[in-house]
């Protein structure tokens, strides 16, 4: 069975950190692109960043400087460290998988594996 399991959210005060893992198992996902997105209520599901099989990296604009995507492909883990939080953050986190290996997406379509999430809540 593939899983892709989040951990490391929580609630923090502004201006603090929260590292993200998202662990893969059932297969490996280091030849495909990897994602970030976040969901807040009543919002859409949106990226924040993105790392391609080969360590390339994108970021949505208000996050730039501040969150860094990273990936141990031995570990099949990906990692997204967020610094300076801010409560406008606040949302469920989700890691995702590429359809297709070697490609890259910003859209959440073109994932097809998805973890459960992760609460990331940031008070003031």
């Known amino acids: 069975q593939v899983q892709l399991v989040e951990s490391g959210g929580g609630l923090v005060q502004a201006g603090g950190s929260l590292r993200l893992s998202c662990a893969a198992s059932?297969?490996?996902?280091?030849?495909?692109?990897m994602g970030w997105f976040r969901q807040a209520p009543g919002k859409e599901r949106e990226l924040v960043a993105t790392?391609?099989?080969?360590?390339?990296?994108y970021y949505t604009d208000s996050v730039k400087g501040r969150f860094t995507v990273s990936r141990d492909k031995a570990r099949d883990t990906v990692y997204l460290q967020m610094n300076s939080l801010k409560p406008d953050v606040t949302a469920v986190y989700h890691c995702?998988?590429?359809?297709?290996?070697?490609?890259?997406?910003?859209?959440?379509?073109?994932?097809?594996?998805w973890g459960q999430g992760t609460q990331v809540t940031v008070s003031s």
């Open positions: 995702a998988a590429a359809r297709s290996p070697f490609g890259a997406s910003l859209t959440p379509q073109g994932y097809g594996y």
């Open positions: 059932g297969r490996t996902f280091s030849s495909n692109a």
């Open positions: 790392i391609t099989s080969g360590y390339n990296t």
